[in-house]
């Protein structure tokens, strides 16, 4: 599996606080849990299959091939998993907006959530972390820091 660094997340570690900042919308938390219990499912199918490799070879190990091609679908289930997040969300701040919620900081909360996904899905887009000098994911000719870095969930 891919090295975890500073800028990868734990949707396991994280659900939880993400569950409390939607607890205005249970419907939300409803759809996020269903998300998550899919993303652990596949999760555990990626587990089997590697499992089911190694006894079928008789090998301790998976090779190189299998290891990079499970890796593979362990990423495409964690991108499946925060693309919904994402959503889920963004229709949180949404309904925020126009319920004209004086709670700025749960807003606030919402778009930093946001923010740290969209850096995940740039960092996919690109296969390697995003440094603030480099060139942005979006092709827009400026530097990641300069563009969409610093965009804020435009709504
Ligand atoms: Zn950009």
Same mark, same amino acid.
């Given at each position: 599996?891919?090295?975890?660094?500073s800028? &990868?997340?734990?949707?396991?570690?994280?659900?939880?606080?993400l569950?409390d +900042?939607?607890s205005?919308?249970?419907?939300?938390?409803?759809?996020?849990? #269903?998300a998550?219990?899919?993303?652990?499912?596949?999760?555990?199918?990626?587990?089997?299959?590697?499992?089911?490799?190694?006894?079928?070879s008789?090998?301790?190990?998976?090779s190189?091939?299998e &290891?990079?091609?499970?890796?593979?679908?362990?990423?495409?289930? +964690?991108?499946?998993?925060y693309? %919904?997040? +994402?959503?889920?969300?963004v229709?949180?701040?949404?309904?925020?907006?126009?319920?004209? #919620?004086s709670?700025?900081?749960?807003?606030?909360?919402?778009?930093?959530?946001?923010?740290r996904?969209?850096?995940?899905e #740039?960092?996919?887009?690109?296969?390697h %972390?995003?440094?603030?000098? #480099?060139?942005?994911?979006?092709? &827009?000719?400026?530097?990641?820091?300069?563009?969409?870095?610093? +965009?804020?969930l435009?709504?």
């Amino acid at each position: 599996m891919k090295n975890e660094d500073s800028n &990868s997340v734990n949707a396991n570690g994280e659900l939880n606080e993400l569950m409390d +900042k939607l607890s205005n919308y249970p419907d939300l938390a409803k759809r996020l849990l #269903d998300a998550y219990t899919e993303y652990g499912e596949n999760l555990q199918h990626i587990v089997d299959r590697a499992n089911k490799q190694k006894e079928e070879s008789g090998r301790e190990e998976l090779s190189p091939e299998e &290891s990079e091609e499970l890796a593979k679908l362990d990423d495409e289930a +964690k991108l499946s998993f925060y693309t %919904k997040e +994402k959503e889920i969300l963004v229709e949180a701040v949404l309904r925020q907006q126009e319920e004209h #919620d004086s709670k700025g900081e749960q807003l606030k909360n919402l778009k930093t959530e946001y923010r740290r996904i969209k850096m995940f899905e #740039d960092r996919e887009k690109v296969g390697h %972390k995003v440094y603030p000098n #480099d060139p942005c994911p979006c092709g &827009s000719g400026k530097k990641y820091k300069k563009c969409c870095a610093k +965009k804020e969930l435009e709504i």
